[in-house]
């Protein structure tokens, strides 16, 4: 159930009558209504603390006798989101500790009343701060937008606050550190990282690092110990990513461990979870050498005003589409079987003839990156400078890990010395000789065709490597951190020439623009009609926390991995049905598929039908590029439902409604409007039909008559 406006408002009047209400709260819904309210740091309590805030959240600093965060606050709830005070940071410098800023004394770790602040005490043995800075937001790296994206402004328009930090007296003197926050405008967002510059005169090892800590409270308290705890109500997500199809599964940073100072907590075991540690799995046990500055990975902390899960997964697609703006790239993409000239522009020709985007020269197609070739890399030219002739963009696919490239270049077992027990079995390591010489000969073949697209199966998964005689890395201690690095400035690189980048692995925040929506991919050799109740299951189910664009599908025009005739759509005309419906939920849901074949039409028939949908998805690109409201997971057994929202756009809403049944459907379908931002009346039509004007209930929704013949798909435009 879609969390409306009256029960936002409802909680709110509790707060206000309950007198936490802060006089910054918002009285607008952030997810509906843009707030134009800038950022702002302020001084106060004359010049002895600093505030960062967007009127959605705020956090507050202590600066003397050393800086700390003394309060972090969701405006939009009036709720307190710490307990207490931290370290800002801990850093392993050659193999001591120290703790980064911070204040002692707190005894009690349950809340943290404003007047015990002046009465805490510095440690003279932590980093001790000597100024702040601050300026407008800046971008983490270079976006070239080459193609449809959503009108994101990059970097996100905000302010950052920058804190410097000394060494304790008498040691490591020249040395600087650094901790930065970014907050952005519109959304309960920050962003935090360190830097630290050695001036010293010598080699210095940053063994580790935790770069944010929070006395969290609680989300729940149990005296006993459950199978599974319930976190703190609060999205964490680093850069510092891989091996995932989730932000959930790719999280390698976040740790929500107990709190040894939390001793009254409820827990008999004082084992609740409730003090957040941001740091790296392993090392990264870099030297930081004279004159050179070393920056950590980034950490964004979303701040939750509900536990409803469509508002939730809403408040998490902003981020990626603030954070992450190039996900909202979106391009109509073949996947081409074979990279022979005759074959690839023969996909061209199809594209540009119905309106496809791209063309991939897809895994298995005989396709390589790695062939740096002179000859071999002026065919794929002329093969581009083609594509481009005809309006289309072209790439290719390329495999990095889950392959096996041999001892002296594979990933080490720290257990065995030897290569094997890789995420994948086996994987080269990208700081070997061949991992170098790898991303030479692919940023080379990139620039020498004007290549568009790279499809990067088997993306680094975080595999560490116990070598100490590959060039890029001397250990096991650096490998992750060090082929982390190697992958991310690749991508990043590729995000700055507009190269368009689909991963199977959550790098959105490092530069790619698509993995997968969530898929079983031997689904794909199932007959026709499970293969499409599945599909419209994995877009309604993928798209809670991903936005349409962000996640690709897959529609098997010839066989793969199995199944044969009944799981096929070749030949294509003699299968407009089971075609028309893979076209139909994924250009409906504003999600964009690997189409995997020699060709996308083999009749004039198939070609219009091909079209239709081509035609329909540009018509109503940036609705249906908009977030998806989940009326009614596919199922089989009834209709299935899905709203595009967008307030901001001419069209409010489009809902796409399918009919998989033997039989035709006469009912009530009820729209929830809430997220359109219409408040009163709503204007809804079906396809090309005649606007009807409905009354909003209570609720924000409206009931709409549905008249749906068997195995149909229609849309109705909200206005």
């Given at each position: 159930m879609v969390n409306t406006k009256r029960a936002i408002i409802a909680q709110m009047m509790v707060l206000v009558i309950a007198g936490t209400v802060s006089a910054g709260a918002t009285d607008s819904d952030w997810l509906v209504t843009p707030i134009d309210e800038p950022v702002r740091i302020e001084k106060r309590l004359d010049g002895k603390e600093i505030v960062l805030s967007n009127g959605l959240v705020s956090r507050t600093f202590r600066l003397g006798p050393n800086a700390a965060t003394v309060a972090y606050d969701n405006l939009m709830t009036g709720q307190s989101i710490i307990r207490g005070v931290k370290p800002e940071a801990i850093v392993e410098l050659d193999g001591r500790k120290y703790e980064v800023g911070g204040l002692q004394g707190q005894v009690e770790y349950g809340y943290l009343l404003a007047e015990w602040i002046d009465s805490l005490s510095n440690n003279p043995e932590a980093f001790q701060f000597t100024s702040f800075d601050f300026s407008t937001t800046k971008e983490r790296f270079s976006w070239n937008r080459k193609r449809y994206s959503a009108q994101s402004a990059w970097p996100p328009p905000g302010k950052s606050l920058t804190l410097h930090f000394e060494p304790p007296a008498g040691k490591l003197e020249g040395l600087a550190l650094s901790i930065h926050y970014e907050m952005y405008r519109?959304?309960?967002?920050?962003?935090?990282?360190?830097?630290?510059?050695?001036?010293?005169?010598?080699?210095?090892?940053?063994?580790?690092?935790i770069s944010e800590i929070l006395a969290a409270v609680e989300y729940e308290s149990l005296v006993g110990q459950p199978d599974r705890w319930e976190y703190p109500n609060i999205h964490i997500e680093s850069d510092y990513a891989f091996h995932g199809d989730?932000?959930?599964?790719?999280?390698?940073?976040?740790?929500?461990?107990?709190?040894?100072?939390?001793?009254?907590?409820?827990?008999?075991?004082?084992?609740?979870?409730?003090?957040?540690?941001?740091?790296?799995?392993?090392g990264p046990d870099v030297v930081i050498e004279p004159g050179e500055e070393f920056e950590s990975f980034r950490t964004f902390e979303l701040i939750y005003d509900s536990t409803e899960r469509e508002r939730k997964g809403l408040a998490l697609r902003r981020m990626y589409r603030t954070v992450a703006p190039w996900s909202t790239e979106n391009p109509i993409i073949m996947h081409v079987r074979r990279a022979d000239p005759k074959s690839v522009r023969l996909a061209i020709d199809q594209c540009a003839e119905v309106g496809f985007e791209m063309v991939i020269m897809t895994f298995g197609s005989g396709f390589s990156m790695e062939n740096v070739d002179p000859e071999y890399m002026a065919q794929m030219k002329e093969l581009v400078d083609y594509a481009h002739s005809k309006g289309v963009e072209l790439g290719g696919y390329s495999l990095l890990a889950s392959r096996r490239i041999s001892n002296e270049h594979d990933a080490i077992n720290p257990e065995t010395g030897k290569p094997g027990g890789a995420i994948f079995g086996n994987s080269p390591c990208l700081c070997s000789r061949w991992g170098i010489d790898y991303f030479e000969k692919i940023t080379t073949f990139i620039e020498q065709t004007g290549l568009n697209l790279l499809e990067h199966d088997g993306s680094y998964p975080g595999d560490v490597c116990a070598s100490t005689s590959h060039p890029g890395h001397r250990g096991l201690n650096d490998s992750q951190w060090k082929q982390w690095k190697k992958i991310t400035d690749f991508y990043k690189w590729c995000r700055g020439r507009g190269v368009y980048l689909n991963v199977p692995d959550w790098y959105f925040l490092s530069g790619s623009n698509k993995s997968a929506m969530g898929y079983r991919e031997v689904n794909w050799s199932l007959p026709r009609e499970r293969q499409i109740i599945l599909g419209r299951q994995n877009i309604f189910d993928g798209t809670w926390k991903k936005t349409p664009s962000m996640g690709w599908m897959f529609v098997p025009l010839v066989q793969y991995h199995g199944g044969g005739a009944a799981a096929t759509l070749e030949p294509l005309s003699e299968h407009l049905d089971a075609y028309g419906a893979h076209l139909a939920q994924n250009f409906g849901s504003g999600v964009q598929a690997c189409y995997r074949g020699p060709r996308l039409y083999d009749t004039d028939e198939t070609k219009a039908l091909v079209k239709k949908w081509v035609d329909f998805y540009k018509e109503y690109r940036d609705i249906l590029n908009s977030d998806v409201i989940h009326v009614r997971r596919p199922d089989g057994r009834?209709?299935?439902?899905?709203?595009?929202?967008?307030?901001?756009l001419k069209y409010k809403g489009l809902a796409m409604v399918y009919n998989p049944l033997d039989r035709t459907v006469k009912k009530q379908l009820k729209l929830p409007l809430y997220y359109t931002g219409l408040t009163k009346t709503a204007r809804v039509r079906e396809k090309q039909g005649k606007s009807v004007k409905y009354k909003l209930d209570r609720e924000y929704n409206v009931e709409i008559p549905i008249d749906m013949a068997p195995k149909s798909v229609t849309w109705f435009i909200v206005e």
């Open positions: 519109g959304i309960p967002l920050l962003a935090k990282w360190l830097t630290i510059s050695n001036g010293t005169g010598e080699p210095v090892k940053l063994n580790t690092f989730d932000s959930k599964n790719a999280n390698k940073t976040a740790y929500w461990v107990a709190d040894p100072q939390y001793s009254t907590q409820v827990n008999y075991l004082l084992k609740t979870p409730v003090m957040l540690e941001i740091r790296p799995p392993a009834d209709i299935d439902c899905i709203l595009h929202v967008n307030p901001q």
